[in-house]
């Protein structure tokens, strides 16, 4: 055995068992990840399910007790019947519904043809404004439950060809209008990225603060033995990770994943690099554990957070912050997962992005290697 | 350059030399630190060199230049005939450091540490079974293999950081104040160790301590002072410098020694006071008693000249501080009607009754009764994991007792805790401070939490300022003071609220020799004003400034009494005039009978609250 080869033996032997010994490595990589997966994916769901909404029916009609029935049969719905238009006020104003929908007396009657000018039979709809991105949600079902319904009617002959409200809506990759589908494969990253980064940030910090550092700088340890000795135990175990939320985000999301598992992993390594290499710079750099967590968070987690257009739309976000945006790897590997789990292995999107994320691990990697030093100062 | 080597002699070949070594650290919007100001020295093979000096005086740094941890800012260090900086790594591959930490993994067992430190070091397969045989054996570790670093006694990471520098058999073994925070039994070995391998090997020991004891042990002796090499020489030279300046002073009616300690500590022509073996041990600036009988001013006491040690050189040696400390009579620890609050109901100011902690099935304090009375210096003495931490943080209502009774200042500390808390000041071993806070501000908080307020407050803080000298450093940040500043600060923050009981865990552990005298000089003053103190150390010969300690062992009792009643329990033919450590040593290793103990115990003091 070279001697090379004996002393990351004796480097890797020791950090598996420090990680198998102190737990807090293990609750980081593995443990973390799934509460954050659960407690993402089942608190932040961006669909509204069962919002209560006051349904005030002015018209007795067949017709308007269907479309009435509509809404009840809805998940997005939950009715309460008003019977005025004051009672609904109020039951809003109490915030015990979110939105109002009235269907006026002469609903019948226009629908029918038998008023003058015989064009629309409009439902009214009131929404409680002050949750902007809920109202425009609320809106949509809405349009949504009347353009389907006037269809049927339609394919039934019943009402009159010429009627209004025809809201076309098709949704590509994600059918089912699922956040969820969009938000686990972005949550992924988003965990590696903290994972990966607070992984190495904070193994090197705690052994400066417990002093085997210096020990370990007076052997005839090189720097490249430092470097692999700690970004490969934790590249696994960081990887194994990862591995666990996919599998959570399928079996208990039902998070279809279309690409092939051989580009997760070789991609996922990519970023999970960069993310490492990031941490090991830091800690490398910064030798107090609790600092180096903040910085890890601060530099680390939230441009991740912010910047890698999972929560933000980054085209609606002004330019400087949009240029910004480029310098974060998780915005690469947004697009990736993204693409890997609702289009499948498009290597026209995968391969630039593969590129940068590259490019990024081979440059964290150096500034860490650069920075530790076989010396103290 | 092992050619060159090997045309040296074996017994004088110089394996370390430094040449005007200058190390300047960087300040911010400050002139830079400058820890070591143009050292030269030169350690041989087969000698064990010691590097002394106080805190800050360079010790550390020097040594991690050698071991190629930091660069020279300029001069240079060569170990083994190689420039510390360009070739550290082949310099790092022939020696053995152990840092001030140890450098241990806790959560690996004792072998596989020592496997870690192998395979770093490239020591070969076929080679490793034998080396570890005898470093386990060497270090007595053999039996804990499989436990884990982290659950090791102090004195035993120490051995085993120890083996793991000497798993390569090194050429030159530097060793940064080793023995720090380790109990005297424990340091005894060390040396050992160490002596076995120049003997057997013939390898260079570079060693850093500040333990001035430890310096007569070495062969050769660098004294450093404030980043310059001030003497250098074998023990012997240094002590025959001393001839006839040293003295002990017996006190020859009712005086305790202690105060006679008092009267000679800073007056002029005397250099060093110190309390041994029951007498009070003085250096004089020149040779002749003349400064002691002057500063006795008639008092009755006898004057017998003394063989100086190398701790009595080293103090003489370093330039003193100007200002040395007085105490004031008119400011006072304890107010006049504080004093008069004592509880008359007992007359212990703390008492303990079968005290027995468990922490799950093991006992950390098994059947402990002893008592202090008011006005008395307690000293709680024991090697590490003895129990004594334990029992001091449950005499201060820290952690609950599992048995038995506990009175601190007439309450009982399991129905009234606070109001015995409010006559309690306590220190504890970190000093716990708050760094960011300047110093006034600390005195303010720590004031404010025990109810100190207005004018109380102002008065309470002009008195700490006066009587530690912490005025001048009020602004300054605590963490930024230097080490005894530190210890002054946590003191006063203690005293504030004019505690009857004070409570000082490890008070001198990090702290030089200078303010370890210092810090026992003000206790004494606190003692006389009728304050109770209560203490824990490691440094045996502090037990001395105890008016009587009890010694523990594995959560018991093993001896109780006046330091001169400890002392004759190891007294005999051979050890006429045994020191704290030997009487310490003797009982840790079992050569004296407990029943010896118990009779020391009730001949040479009053019952101490045992029943």
Same mark, same amino acid.
């Given at each position: 055995?070279?001697?090379?080869?004996?002393?990351?033996?004796?480097?890797?032997?020791?950090?598996?068992?420090?990680?198998?010994?102190?737990?807090?490595?293990?609750?980081?990589?593995?443990?973390?990840?799934?509460?954050?997966?659960?407690?993402?994916?089942?608190?932040?769901?961006?669909?509204?399910?069962?919002?209560?909404?006051?349904?005030?029916?002015?018209?007795?009609g067949v017709m308007s007790r269907d479309l009435v029935?509509?809404?009840?049969?809805?998940?997005?719905?939950?009715?309460?019947?008003?019977?005025?238009?004051?009672?609904?006020?109020?039951?809003?104003?109490?915030?015990?519904?979110?939105? /109002?929908?009235?269907?006026?007396?002469?609903?019948?009657?226009?629908?029918?043809?038998?008023?003058?000018?015989?064009?629309?039979?409009?439902?009214?709809?009131?929404?409680?404004?002050?949750?902007?991105?809920?109202?425009?949600?609320?809106?949509?079902?809405?349009?949504?439950?009347?353009?389907?319904?006037?269809?049927?009617?339609?394919?039934?002959?019943?009402?009159?060809?010429?009627?209004?409200?025809?809201?076309?809506?098709?949704?590509?990759?994600?059918?089912?209008?699922?956040?969820?589908?969009?938000? /686990?494969?972005?949550?992924?990253?988003?965990?590696?990225?903290?994972?990966?980064?607070?992984?190495?940030?904070?193994?090197?910090?705690?052994?400066?603060?417990?002093?085997?550092?210096?020990?370990?700088?007076?052997?005839?340890?090189?720097?490249?033995?430092?470097?692999?000795?700690?970004?490969?135990?934790?590249?696994?175990?960081?990887?194994?990770?990862?591995?666990?939320?996919?599998?959570v985000g399928v079996a208990i999301f039902d998070v279809?994943?279309?690409?092939?598992?051989?580009?997760?992993?070789?991609?996922?390594?990519?970023?999970?690099?960069?993310?490492?290499?990031?941490?090991?710079?830091?800690?490398?750099?910064?030798?107090?554990?609790?600092?180096?967590?903040?910085?890890?968070?601060?530099?680390?987690?939230?441009?991740?957070?912010?910047?890698?257009?999972?929560?933000?739309?980054?085209?609606?976000?002004?330019?400087?912050?949009?240029?910004?945006?480029?310098?974060?790897?998780?915005?690469?590997?947004?697009?990736?997962?993204?693409?890997?789990?609702?289009?499948?292995?498009?290597?026209?999107?995968?391969?630039?992005?593969?590129?940068?994320?590259?490019?990024?691990?081979?440059?964290?990697?150096?500034?860490?290697?650069?920075?530790?030093?076989?010396?103290?100062? | 350059?092992?050619?060159?080597?090997?045309?040296?002699?074996?017994?004088?070949?110089?394996?370390?030399?430094?040449?005007?070594?200058?190390?300047?650290?960087?300040?911010?919007?400050?002139?830079?630190?400058?820890?070591?100001?143009?050292?030269?020295?030169?350690?041989?093979?087969?000698?064990?060199?010691?590097?002394?000096?106080?805190?800050?005086?360079?010790?550390?740094?020097?040594?991690?230049?050698?071991?190629?941890?930091?660069?020279?800012?300029?001069?240079?260090?060569?170990?083994?005939?190689?420039?510390?900086?360009?070739?550290?790594?082949?310099?790092?591959?022939?020696?053995?450091?152990?840092?001030?930490?140890?450098?241990?993994?806790?959560?690996?067992? @004792?072998?596989?540490?020592?496997?870690?430190?192998?395979?770093?070091?490239?020591?070969?397969?076929?080679?490793?079974?034998?080396?570890?045989? #005898?470093?386990?054996?060497?270090?007595?570790?053999?039996?804990?293999?499989?436990?884990?670093?982290?659950?090791?006694?102090?004195?035993?990471?120490?051995?085993?950081?120890?083996?793991?520098?000497?798993?390569?058999?090194?050429?030159?073994?530097?060793?940064?104040?080793?023995?720090?925070?380790?109990?005297?039994?424990?340091?005894?070995?060390?040396?050992?160790?160490?002596?076995?391998?120049?003997?057997?090997?013939?390898?260079?020991?570079?060693?850093?301590?500040?333990?001035?004891?430890?310096?007569?042990?070495?062969?050769?002796?660098?004294?450093?002072?404030r980043g310059r090499l001030l003497a250098q020489g074998?023990?012997?030279?240094?002590?025959?410098?001393?001839?006839?300046?040293?003295?002990?002073?017996?006190?020859?009616?009712?005086?305790?020694?202690?105060?006679?300690?008092?009267?000679?500590?800073?007056?002029?022509?005397?250099?060093?006071?110190?309390?041994?073996?029951?007498?009070?041990?003085?250096?004089?600036?020149?040779?002749?008693?003349?400064?002691?009988?002057?500063?006795?001013?008639?008092?009755?006491?006898?004057?017998?000249?003394?063989?100086?040690?190398?701790?009595?050189?080293?103090?003489?040696?370093?330039?003193?501080?100007?200002?040395?400390?007085?105490?004031?009579?008119?400011?006072?620890?304890?107010?006049?009607?504080?004093?008069?609050?004592?509880?008359?109901?007992?007359?212990?100011?703390?008492?303990?009754?079968?005290?027995?902690?468990?922490?799950?099935?093991?006992?950390?304090?098994?059947?402990?009764?002893?008592?202090?009375?008011?006005?008395?210096?307690?000293?709680?003495?024991?090697?590490?994991?003895?129990?004594?931490?334990?029992?001091? #943080?449950?005499?201060?209502?820290?952690?609950?007792?599992?048995?038995?009774?506990?009175?601190?200042?007439?309450?009982?500390?399991?129905?009234?805790?606070?109001?015995?808390?409010?006559?309690?000041?306590?220190?504890?071993?970190?000093?716990?401070?708050?760094?960011?806070?300047?110093?006034?501000?600390?005195?303010?908080?720590?004031?404010?939490?025990?109810?100190?307020?207005?004018?109380?407050?102002?008065?309470?803080?002009?008195?700490?300022?006066?009587?530690?000298?912490?005025?001048?450093?009020?602004?300054?940040?605590?963490?930024?003071?230097?080490?005894?500043?530190?210890?002054?600060?946590?003191?006063?923050?203690?005293?504030?609220?004019?505690?009857?009981?004070?409570?000082?865990?490890?008070?001198?552990?990090? @702290?030089?020799?200078?303010?370890?005298?210092?810090?026992?000089?003000?206790?004494?003053?606190?003692?006389?004003?009728?304050?109770?103190?209560?203490?824990?150390?490691?440094?045996?010969?502090?037990?001395?400034?105890?008016?009587?300690?009890?010694?523990?062992?594995?959560?018991?009792?093993?001896?109780?009494?006046?330091?001169?009643?400890?002392?004759?329990?190891?007294?005999?033919?051979?050890?006429?005039?045994?020191?704290?450590?030997?009487?310490?040593?003797?009982?840790?290793?079992? #050569?004296? #009978?407990?029943?010896?103990?118990?009779?020391?115990?009730?001949?040479?003091?009053?019952?101490?609250?045992?029943?």
């Open positions: 055995m070279t001697r090379f080869l004996m002393r990351l033996r004796g480097f890797l032997r020791k950090e598996a068992l420090q990680i198998v010994r102190d737990p807090s490595s293990i609750v980081l990589a593995l443990v973390m990840p799934m509460v954050l997966l659960v407690i993402f994916g089942y608190g932040v769901n961006l669909d509204a399910e069962y919002v209560p909404v006051a349904v005030v029916n002015d018209d007795h029935a509509r809404f009840e049969l809805s998940r997005n719905f939950h009715v309460y019947h008003a019977r005025s238009m004051e009672q609904a006020r109020q039951m809003i104003q109490l915030r015990d519904v979110d939105a /109002i929908v009235r269907v006026q007396n002469d609903f019948s009657a226009r629908l029918q043809g038998a008023a003058t000018p015989p064009d629309q039979a409009p439902v009214q709809l009131i929404v409680n404004g002050i949750d902007a991105n809920r109202a425009r949600l609320i809106e949509g079902y809405v349009k949504n439950i009347a353009g389907t319904w006037t269809a049927v009617r339609i394919a039934y002959g019943q009402a009159a060809a010429r009627q209004a409200v025809s809201v076309q809506q098709r949704i590509w990759f994600n059918e089912g209008a699922e956040s969820r589908d969009f938000m /686990i494969p972005g949550l992924i990253t988003l965990i590696m990225t903290l994972t990966g980064i607070l992984l190495t940030a904070l193994v090197i910090a705690r052994e400066w603060e417990r002093g085997t550092m210096e020990a370990m700088l007076v052997t005839p340890l090189r720097k490249m033995d430092i470097l692999l000795g700690k970004i490969l135990p934790y590249y696994f175990l960081g990887m194994l990770g990862m591995g666990m939320s996919v599998v279809p994943f279309r690409g092939s598992f051989a580009a997760l992993f070789l991609l996922s390594s990519l970023f999970m690099l960069a993310s490492l290499g990031f941490g090991l710079f830091i800690s490398a750099a910064i030798r107090i554990q609790f600092v180096a967590a903040q910085v890890s968070i601060v530099a680390g987690f939230l441009p991740a957070f912010f910047l890698s257009g999972l929560i933000f739309d980054l085209e609606s976000t002004p330019t400087a912050i949009r240029v910004v945006s480029h310098i974060v790897p998780a915005r690469y590997f947004v697009t990736i997962s993204h693409t890997l789990f609702m289009a499948g292995d498009l290597w026209t999107v995968l391969l630039p992005n593969a590129l940068v994320l590259a490019g990024m691990a081979i440059f964290f990697l150096a500034l860490a290697f650069r920075k530790i030093a076989k010396r103290l100062e | 350059m092992s050619e060159q080597m090997e045309q040296h002699g074996a017994g004088s070949e110089v394996v370390l030399s430094a040449a005007g070594v200058v190390k300047e650290f960087p300040v911010k919007g400050k002139p830079p630190l400058r820890a070591l100001d143009g050292v030269t020295l030169q350690a041989a093979r087969g000698r064990v060199t010691g590097l002394v000096g106080a805190d800050g005086a360079g010790k550390t740094t020097l040594i991690r230049i050698a071991a190629g941890l930091l660069a020279p800012t300029s001069g240079t260090v060569t170990l083994l005939g190689l420039d510390s900086v360009a070739d550290s790594l082949e310099i790092q591959s022939r020696i053995g450091y152990m840092p001030q930490k140890f450098g241990l993994y806790q959560d690996l067992s @004792v072998m596989e540490n020592l496997a870690l430190y192998a395979d770093l070091r490239g020591v070969p397969m076929h080679e490793r079974q034998q080396r570890y045989d #005898r470093l386990l054996t060497m270090t007595d570790l053999s039996r804990y293999t499989t436990r884990r670093a982290g659950a090791l006694s102090g004195g035993m990471k120490q051995k085993l950081g120890l083996a793991c520098a000497l798993v390569k058999s090194p050429e030159v073994l530097l060793l940064d104040e080793p023995t720090v925070g380790v109990d005297p039994v424990s340091r005894r070995e060390l040396w050992k160790i160490v002596y076995e391998l120049v003997e057997r090997d013939q390898i260079g020991v570079f060693v850093s301590t500040a333990y001035l004891d430890e310096a007569e042990r070495c062969s050769d002796v660098l004294v450093l002072h074998p023990p012997t030279r240094f002590t025959r410098e001393m001839r006839g300046r040293v003295f002990l002073v017996a006190a020859a009616n009712t005086m305790k020694p202690r105060q006679i300690y008092t009267r000679l500590a800073g007056s002029g022509g005397i250099v060093d006071v110190t309390i041994r073996s029951g007498r009070v041990r003085t250096v004089c600036e020149e040779p002749g008693d003349g400064p002691i009988r002057d500063s006795l001013n008639g008092a009755q006491a006898e004057i017998n000249s003394a063989d100086p040690t190398f701790e009595d050189a080293f103090m003489s040696l370093i330039p003193r501080e100007p200002a040395p400390f007085r105490i004031e009579a008119t400011a006072s620890a304890v107010s006049q009607d504080r004093r008069g609050s004592v509880g008359v109901d007992n007359d212990m100011a703390v008492s303990t009754t079968s005290l027995y902690k468990m922490f799950g099935d093991f006992a950390a304090v098994k059947d402990l009764s002893f008592g202090v009375r008011h006005g008395e210096i307690f000293g709680l003495l024991g090697p590490n994991g003895a129990g004594k931490s334990t029992t001091f #943080r449950m005499l201060c209502g820290l952690l609950p007792a599992s048995s038995g009774e506990i009175r601190v200042a007439g309450q009982d500390l399991r129905r009234s805790r606070a109001k015995a808390r409010l006559r309690l000041g306590y220190m504890a071993q970190q000093f716990s401070l708050y760094g960011q806070l300047n110093v006034l501000e600390n005195l303010k908080f720590f004031g404010r939490v025990y109810g100190l307020v207005g004018k109380q407050l102002h008065r309470r803080i002009d008195w700490a300022f006066n009587e530690f000298g912490l005025g001048e450093w009020q602004d300054k940040a605590a963490f930024a003071l230097p080490g005894g500043y530190k210890q002054r600060l946590a003191m006063a923050a203690a005293l504030l609220h004019e505690p009857q009981i004070l409570f000082l865990d490890e008070p001198t552990s990090g @702290v030089d020799p200078f303010a370890r005298r210092e810090f026992w000089l003000r206790i004494n003053g606190f003692a006389e004003q009728g304050v109770t103190v209560v203490v824990t150390t490691h440094f045996m010969e502090e037990a001395e400034y105890c008016d009587r300690m009890l010694i523990m062992s594995q959560g018991q009792t093993l001896a109780m009494g006046t330091p001169t009643v400890i002392r004759d329990l190891v007294r005999s033919a051979e050890l006429p005039e045994p020191t704290m450590d030997d009487a310490f040593i003797g009982l840790a290793e079992g #050569r004296v #009978r407990p029943d010896s103990v118990a009779s020391g115990e009730r001949a040479g003091m009053m019952d101490g609250g045992r029943s």
